[in-house]
């Protein structure tokens, strides 16, 4: 195969490999893989590849590292950070998995499901609960997000608090390296120490260093119980201090624990149908706590109502409502899992995915909607998310009447800002997100010296030619 090859040789190829259901080079059919679900990039590719078998994905692969064509690997694209979404240079191939989409095998006594990159997140978690188990990585994108995005992204969610990020519900991986060779790790093992664990370098890589086509992942007994409560706080210690509560009492039990500010759930009310407030009064503070248990005698509801009588008590509970049905208890859910939508229907906004220790969380939150509404005056702080592993999505909503085109061109000062404190706690710059291509410029500034050295090592060891997602990640 010489160095490179004219476009039209190039499909040729491809269209040997992956037959007319895994090529598109329709205009209209490539535009949705070109821009990403805020819309801050629009890319450009001579097409899109659909493999349908890790066999084709690794033909793909080999093709275009014999030929040094750019390969952007793409899931569900969700990406809140620009990783799935190709540059304007128009020389990429964008490999979408959205063809491998079977789950190859479920064994209930193991406890593992294996998948293809291509499953739908929420097809996972139903697939897992027809066998009677759980698999409990559960995220607002769930049911775009695929297994191979969110391996690649390490992706958290609502119930990292108690399962951890998708690194670990993840046992084997299958992928395809940048030269094209298949490496078949798909071992369902609890222990298995032997060398480096490669499977925890492709989790988290974001695409650069190769492609995931399959995982073992973890399942769990299901839930036999439950509790759910939307409460309203007296302020962001208060917070903090209901998590104390009921993770003292029983921290098993704690499947999620959510933050929300007023201004959030006002824009929820405002712009989504169906949706809300269950209290009779507006507040500031919101918490929503979920309890699980697989034991069916577990007495959740109970447990729930005692804690928060305490913690009203104590004046940091103003007031709480706790679902009566399931029905009901998805609607209390859809108010914090529609805080993204809300928040775009709201106007221009820009996120802030971050991490600090969970004991500042209230610091953090309170210095950075200080430092930001100085930054901006009339420009509104959307603090919300996953207060209980310490990560709140510190988001900055655009002052009203202002041309939302000069409110985004403050974006990395805002970003600047909210990181300048985040640094200051000992936090991280991306919780959960990811760095792809947004935030490439601060890997130097935050991972620079032997840490981002290594990573520069790896990835030229692993990807010499750069194929894999380029652009992104590394500075
Ligand atoms: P894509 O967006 O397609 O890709 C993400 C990255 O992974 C890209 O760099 C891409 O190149 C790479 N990639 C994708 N598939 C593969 C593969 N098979 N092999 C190698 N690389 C691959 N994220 C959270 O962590 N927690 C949340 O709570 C959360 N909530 C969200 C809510 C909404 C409404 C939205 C839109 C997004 C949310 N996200 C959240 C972000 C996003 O859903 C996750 O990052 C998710 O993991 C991406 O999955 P995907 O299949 O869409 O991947
Ligand atoms: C969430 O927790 C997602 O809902 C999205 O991570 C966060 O929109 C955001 O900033
Ligand atoms: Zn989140």
Same mark, same amino acid.
């Given at each position: 195969m010489p160095d490179s090859l004219p476009p039209a040789r190039l499909l040729d190829e491809l269209d040997k490999i992956l037959g007319p259901r895994g090529l598109l080079t329709d205009a209209a059919d490539i535009a949705p893989h070109l821009s990403d679900w805020r819309a801050l990039y629009r890319g450009a590719a001579f097409a899109v590849a659909r493999p349908a078998s890790t066999e084709e994905v690794a033909a793909v692969v080999r093709l275009c590292a014999a030929t040094g064509t750019p390969i952007t690997p793409q899931g569900g694209n969700t990406s809140m950070v620009g990783g799935a979404t190709p540059d304007g240079s128009g020389r990429h191939l964008v490999l979408s998995l #959205? *063809?491998?989409? *079977?789950?190859r095998a479920l064994d209930a006594l193991d406890m593992t499901m294996t998948a293809e990159a291509g499953v739908v997140l929420k097809t996972a978690q139903e697939k897992a609960a027809e066998a009677g188990a759980l698999f409990p990585l559960s995220l607002g994108a769930e049911g775009t997000a695929t297994i191979g995005g969110v391996l690649s992204t390490n992706a958290g969610g609502n119930t990292t608090v108690r399962y951890g990020n998708a690194r670990e519900l993840m046992l084997g991986l299958e992928a395809v390296l940048p030269d094209g060779s298949i490496w078949n790790g798909l071992r369902r093992l609890r222990k298995d120490n032997t060398g480096y664990a490669l499977r925890h370098l492709l989790v988290g890589a974001e695409g650069t260093l190769g492609i995931v086509t399959a995982a073992v992942l973890r399942l769990f007994p299901r839930a036999r119980d439950t509790a759910l409560a939307f409460c309203a706080v007296r302020d962001e210690d208060a917070a903090l201090a209901l998590f104390r509560r009921f993770r003292d009492r029983d921290e098993s039990a704690v499947r999620a624990f959510e933050y929300m500010s007023g201004t959030g759930v006002d824009f929820c009310v405002r712009h989504i149908e169906g949706v809300v407030l269950p209290l009779a009064e507006r507040a500031d503070h919101y918490v929503l706590v979920d309890l699980a248990s697989s *034991?069916?005698? #577990?007495?959740l509801r109970a447990m729930a109502e005692s804690v928060l009588a305490e913690a009203l008590e104590a004046g940091e509970v103003l007031d709480a409502a706790l679902p009566e049905s399931e029905a009901q208890a998805q609607r209390i859910w859809r108010i914090r899992e529609e805080h993204p939508e809300a928040q775009k229907r709201e106007g221009a906004s820009v996120k802030n995915d971050v991490s600090v220790p969970v004991s500042t969380v209230p610091e953090m939150i309170r210095r950075c909607c200080a430092a930001l509404v100085e930054l901006i005056p009339g420009s509104r702080p959307v603090p919300f998310g996953h207060i209980g592993d310490g990560n709140i999505h510190m988001n900055l909503e655009q002052p009203p009447g202002m041309d939302p085109a000069a409110f985004l061109a403050r974006s990395h000062d805002i970003m600047d800002c909210v990181n300048a404190v985040v640094r200051d706690l000992g936090g991280s710059f991306s919780a959960e997100h990811g760095i792809g291509r947004l935030k490439t410029d601060m890997m130097a500034d935050w991972r620079g010296g032997a840490e981002l050295a290594a990573m520069q090592a790896i990835k030229a060891a692993l990807d010499p030619r750069g194929i894999m997602n380029p652009g992104k990640v590394l500075p």
């Amino acid at each position: 195969m010489p160095d490179s090859l004219p476009p039209a040789r190039l499909l040729d190829e491809l269209d040997k490999i992956l037959g007319p259901r895994g090529l598109l080079t329709d205009a209209a059919d490539i535009a949705p893989h070109l821009s990403d679900w805020r819309a801050l990039y629009r890319g450009a590719a001579f097409a899109v590849a659909r493999p349908a078998s890790t066999e084709e994905v690794a033909a793909v692969v080999r093709l275009c590292a014999a030929t040094g064509t750019p390969i952007t690997p793409q899931g569900g694209n969700t990406s809140m950070v620009g990783g799935a979404t190709p540059d304007g240079s128009g020389r990429h191939l964008v490999l979408s998995l #959205a *063809r491998m989409n *079977r789950i190859r095998a479920l064994d209930a006594l193991d406890m593992t499901m294996t998948a293809e990159a291509g499953v739908v997140l929420k097809t996972a978690q139903e697939k897992a609960a027809e066998a009677g188990a759980l698999f409990p990585l559960s995220l607002g994108a769930e049911g775009t997000a695929t297994i191979g995005g969110v391996l690649s992204t390490n992706a958290g969610g609502n119930t990292t608090v108690r399962y951890g990020n998708a690194r670990e519900l993840m046992l084997g991986l299958e992928a395809v390296l940048p030269d094209g060779s298949i490496w078949n790790g798909l071992r369902r093992l609890r222990k298995d120490n032997t060398g480096y664990a490669l499977r925890h370098l492709l989790v988290g890589a974001e695409g650069t260093l190769g492609i995931v086509t399959a995982a073992v992942l973890r399942l769990f007994p299901r839930a036999r119980d439950t509790a759910l409560a939307f409460c309203a706080v007296r302020d962001e210690d208060a917070a903090l201090a209901l998590f104390r509560r009921f993770r003292d009492r029983d921290e098993s039990a704690v499947r999620a624990f959510e933050y929300m500010s007023g201004t959030g759930v006002d824009f929820c009310v405002r712009h989504i149908e169906g949706v809300v407030l269950p209290l009779a009064e507006r507040a500031d503070h919101y918490v929503l706590v979920d309890l699980a248990s697989s *034991r069916p005698d #577990a007495g959740l509801r109970a447990m729930a109502e005692s804690v928060l009588a305490e913690a009203l008590e104590a004046g940091e509970v103003l007031d709480a409502a706790l679902p009566e049905s399931e029905a009901q208890a998805q609607r209390i859910w859809r108010i914090r899992e529609e805080h993204p939508e809300a928040q775009k229907r709201e106007g221009a906004s820009v996120k802030n995915d971050v991490s600090v220790p969970v004991s500042t969380v209230p610091e953090m939150i309170r210095r950075c909607c200080a430092a930001l509404v100085e930054l901006i005056p009339g420009s509104r702080p959307v603090p919300f998310g996953h207060i209980g592993d310490g990560n709140i999505h510190m988001n900055l909503e655009q002052p009203p009447g202002m041309d939302p085109a000069a409110f985004l061109a403050r974006s990395h000062d805002i970003m600047d800002c909210v990181n300048a404190v985040v640094r200051d706690l000992g936090g991280s710059f991306s919780a959960e997100h990811g760095i792809g291509r947004l935030k490439t410029d601060m890997m130097a500034d935050w991972r620079g010296g032997a840490e981002l050295a290594a990573m520069q090592a790896i990835k030229a060891a692993l990807d010499p030619r750069g194929i894999m997602n380029p652009g992104k990640v590394l500075p």
